[in-house]
């Protein structure tokens, strides 16, 4: 069975983590740039890790960035499996309910923690209601905005306009929408 670990501040675990997350930077896989020199590591509040017995399975982040509304948070951020069979996911596995609610659980003890959000760039929004639905075993809120959000304040770059999922308050009308 998988276990799931949310940290801050674990050297062995950030170790295991950065040794993942440098295999994807340095692999051909689509999305290398978001692990490597995209990867901000000033916005990381925490980093979560899904593994069974000492294969990881799933890893990621919680992220803040100072041009969303106050009290957001990105959990899943850069979500990543050390060793991908696919550039994208096909199936939520339970571990990712694991996470999600670990990575919730961070958040709700942060001052004025308002709203989670889970983002993917346009056309996945599909798999964020896959993700809603398996979060909802664990008894998680959660909803999937219909329209395309700005989530960089970089209104010329296409991949900032994503699909979001929120948890907790509905705030995504304070990010710029699709005009």
């Known amino acids: 069975m998988a276990s799931t670990k949310t940290w801050v501040a674990d050297q062995l675990l950030q170790e295991k983590f ?9 692999s051909s896989h689509p999305l290398s740039c978001n692990y490597a020199e995209n990867f901000n590591s000033k916005e990381i509040l925490a980093c979560s890790m899904s593994f069974e ?3 990881i399975l799933l890893c990621s982040s919680i992220a803040r ?3 969303w509304p106050t009290g957001v948070y990105r959990i899943l ?3 990543f499996k ?8 096909k199936k939520i596995e339970s571990y990712w309910a694991d996470m999600v609610e670990q990575q919730l659980e961070f958040c709700k003890n942060i001052s004025g923690f308002k709203t989670a959000i889970v983002t993917r760039k346009l056309g996945y929004v599909n798999t964020l209601k896959q993700l809603s639905n398996t979060i909802g075993s664990k008894q998680i809120e959660s909803y999937v905005y219909e329209k395309p959000v700005w989530i960089c ?3 010329h ?3 900032c306009l994503q699909n979001v999922l929120y948890i907790g308050q509905n705030v ?8």
Request: hydrophobic share 20%.
């Open 18 to 26: 950065d040794h993942a997350r440098n295999q994807i930077a340095n």
């Open 53 to 55: 017995n000492d294969q």
């Open 65 to 67: 960035k100072d041009y």
């Open 77 to 79: 951020n850069r979500v």
């Open 82 to 89: 050390p060793q991908p069979t696919q550039s994208f996911t």
């Open 153 to 155: 304040n970089d209104y």
């Open 157 to 159: 770059n296409p991949e």
């Open 172 to 179: 995504i009308g304070q990010f710029k929408q699709v005009d």
